[in-house]
């Protein structure tokens, strides 16, 4: 790659880079007026104390099969000197007065919400006041989970008999395989992260409650691959690739980031792994002796690939 096609890379990379960012700024703003607008009408409309019954009244009056194993979980553990809307049922299911007039009048509407009929955002901002340390609403808004309806109670189960972390509803690296279906096949390939050998877990690199970075992920991709892999991140004399920002998908740009077919996770085989970006050295045709036939990194040329301390062409 020449240093102009280098310099228009960056400068394209640059740009698009810049726009992502202000699509961001501009979406998260909406969104965020959007929420306070909602908490603020929520907050001007809120229900009278009176309006709140408590868990009991629920429990033991009309929902008694409920009531052992409500008392069980951590949801009915809230601060018994928060107000009603923040405890028990009614912090998820509203107040219980009205329900109770409707049910008594036989009323077809049971003025009680339902979080098991909700899904997506209106979910999501169910559980957030009490889950904000956890979720950020106007950052899970944005991601790829909520444009799917994704909400908590797709991972999540509220009342689960048998208490998993999180109240997950699976073990977290199965609940993520049971949609990211082609993840899961590449755990299975030749070369592959050790998912299933227990090294490495989904979360380590996604928040699967929303990243600024794309596919939900931690940090800056080269940054989060190189806190586990920090032999490739240097500082090198001389530097390749991610390091000197040239490579515009970073490790990507050689890996696949959850398993390959081919060794050490590459995306493709031999030589055509460097030419992507090496066209030069096609066209020039200094390596077509038959003797450089193989992968540039493994013949014994460019052996130290990520980056060197002594040659400009990665030899040693």
């Excluded at 490495?200 to 931690?218: F, L, N, Q, R």
């Excluded at 390596?287 to 002594?310: E, L, M, V």
């Amino acid at each position: 790659m020449t240093g102009r096609s280098i310099q228009t890379a960056n400068r394209c990379r640059w740009l698009r880079t810049a726009a992502a960012t202000l699509g961001i700024v501009a979406a998260s703003l909406a969104l965020a007026i959007g929420f306070a607008t909602d908490r603020v009408g929520a907050e001007t409309s809120a229900p009278p104390a009176d309006a709140y019954l408590g868990t009991d009244a629920c429990t033991k009056t009309c929902h008694k099969q409920e009531r052992k194993q409500f008392l069980a979980d951590v949801h009915s553990k809230s601060d018994r000197s928060a107000p009603g809307h923040l405890k028990g049922c009614e912090a998820c299911h509203g107040p219980a007065k009205a329900h109770k007039e409707a049910v008594d009048a036989d009323d077809e509407d049971l003025k009680m919400q339902s979080p098991a009929k909700a899904s997506g955002a209106p979910l999501t901002r169910t559980c957030a006041p009490c889950h904000s340390k956890t979720v950020n609403v106007v950052r899970f808004e944005s991601t790829a989970h909520a444009g799917e309806g994704i909400g908590c109670r797709d991972c999540h189960a509220v009342h689960q008999d048998k208490p998993t972390d999180h109240k997950l509803k699976q073990r977290a690296n199965e609940l993520c395989l049971s949609c990211h279906k082609a993840q899961n096949a590449e755990f299975r390939a030749n070369a592959h992260h050790p998912l299933f050998e227990g090294r490495i877990d989904c979360v380590d690199c996604h928040d699967p409650h929303g990243g600024a970075e794309p596919a939900m992920i931690k940090q800056d991709l080269d940054r989060l691959c190189t806190s586990c892999h920090p032999e490739k991140r240097g500082p090198f004399l001389y530097e390749h690739g991610p390091n000197v920002d040239q490579m515009e998908d970073g490790c990507l740009t050689c890996h696949k980031p959850h398993g390959s077919a081919l060794d050490k996770l590459a995306k493709l085989s031999g030589r055509g792994l460097c030419v992507q970006c090496h066209t030069d050295i096609v066209t020039d045709g200094s390596h077509r002796d038959p003797r450089r036939a193989g992968t540039c990194w493994q013949n014994g040329c460019h052996a130290r690939i990520h980056g060197s301390q002594n040659h400009p062409l990665f030899l040693f």
